[in-house]
C-alpha cells in the first residue's frame, strides 16, 4: 500500500517562510510526478508546484519567484520551500504524486491527507 504523509505546515506570519515535506513510502515501482497542490476555504483545488523525475518544474503563477520545489529520489520525498509568505496563501496544502506500484503495469494518482498553512499577523 502506497502512502504520502506531509509535514511542515503551520502558522506564520506575512513575509515569512516554511518548508513542507511530502515522503512516499510502500510498495513503489516507479514515481513520475511529485508536487504539491491547494484548497482554501470555499474554493477547488489549485496547482501550486510539481516535479517530475528528471528535474522538470512548473509553477502556479501566484507562487512563481517566491516558492521553490525540490525532490530527494533516493528518499521519494518532494519539498516546498515556501517564502514571502501571502495571507492568500493560507490553504490546506496536499501532496500529490503519480507513480507505478509494485505489480502494476501502469501509474496512478496518489494524494496525501493535508497539511494546513496558515499566514496571518
Known amino acids: 500500500q502506497v502512502q504520502l504523509v506531509e509535514s511542515g505546515g503551520g502558522l506564520v506570519q506575512p513575509g515569512g517562510s516554511l518548508r513542507l515535506s511530502c515522503a512516499a513510502s510502500?510498495?513503489?515501482?516507479?514515481?513520475?510526478?511529485m508536487g504539491w497542490y491547494r484548497q482554501a476555504p470555499g474554493k477547488q483545488r489549485n496547482l501550486v508546484a510539481t516535479?517530475?523525475?528528471?528535474?522538470?518544474?512548473d509553477y502556479g503563477d501566484s507562487v512563481k519567484g517566491r516558492f521553490t520545489i525540490s525532490r530527494d529520489n533516493a528518499k521519494n520525498t518532494v519539498f516546498l520551500q515556501m517564502n514571502s509568505l501571502k495571507v492568500e496563501d493560507t490553504a490546506v496544502y496536499f501532496c500529490?504524486?503519480?507513480?507505478?506500484?509494485?505489480?502494476?503495469?501502469?501509474?496512478?494518482?496518489?494524494w496525501g491527507q493535508g497539511t494546513q498553512v496558515t499566514v496571518s499577523s
Open positions: 500529490g504524486a503519480r507513480l507505478t506500484a509494485s505489480g502494476r503495469y501502469a501509474p496512478s494518482n496518489y
Open positions: 510502500g510498495s513503489i515501482f516507479s514515481i513520475n510526478v
Open positions: 516535479i517530475t523525475d528528471d528535474g522538470s518544474t
